[in-house]
């Protein structure tokens, strides 16, 4: 079983940066694929990153690539999303996820745990 907990939202002005972290329990980060998600009110959630067990692979969703750099730390058991450039539409609410098997990486069906989120709001 792993635990999720995020940190590191809160309100920036537009162009300004903020980075997420995502704190993991457990002895089995080091094998797990993590993402992290958004979900802006009224609408889904979507995916905005992932990367692999090793952190040599990275995937992002297209409204973010060249803004955002997801990154981790296996000795501390923390996953990051370090986020710059931000719009207004990055406004939602951030959740890191974990998955022990991802067939599809932007399908959050396929992530096991979930952390319970942190807001960023981003002013214009």
């Known amino acids: 079983q792993v635990q999720l907990v995020e940190s590191g939202g809160g309100l920036v002005q537009a162009g300004g940066s903020l980075r997420l972290s995502c704190a993991a329990s457990g002895r089995t980060f080091s094998t797990y694929v993590m993402g992290w998600f958004r979900q802006a009110p009224g609408k889904e959630r979507e995916f905005v990153a992932t990367?692999?067990?090793?952190?040599?692979?990275?995937y992002y969703a297209d409204p973010v690539k060249g803004r955002f750099t997801i990154s981790r730390d296996n000795t501390k058991n923390t996953v990051y999303l370090q986020m710059n450039s931000l719009k207004p539409e990055d406004t939602a609410i951030y959740y890191c996820?974990?998955?022990?098997?991802?067939?599809?990486?932007?399908?959050?069906?396929?992530?096991?745990?979930w952390g319970q989120g942190t807001q960023v709001t981003v002013s214009s």
């Open positions: 990367i692999g067990w090793s952190g040599a692979s990275t």
């Open positions: 996820a974990g998955a022990t098997v991802v067939r599809d990486y932007t399908d959050s069906n396929d992530y096991n745990y």
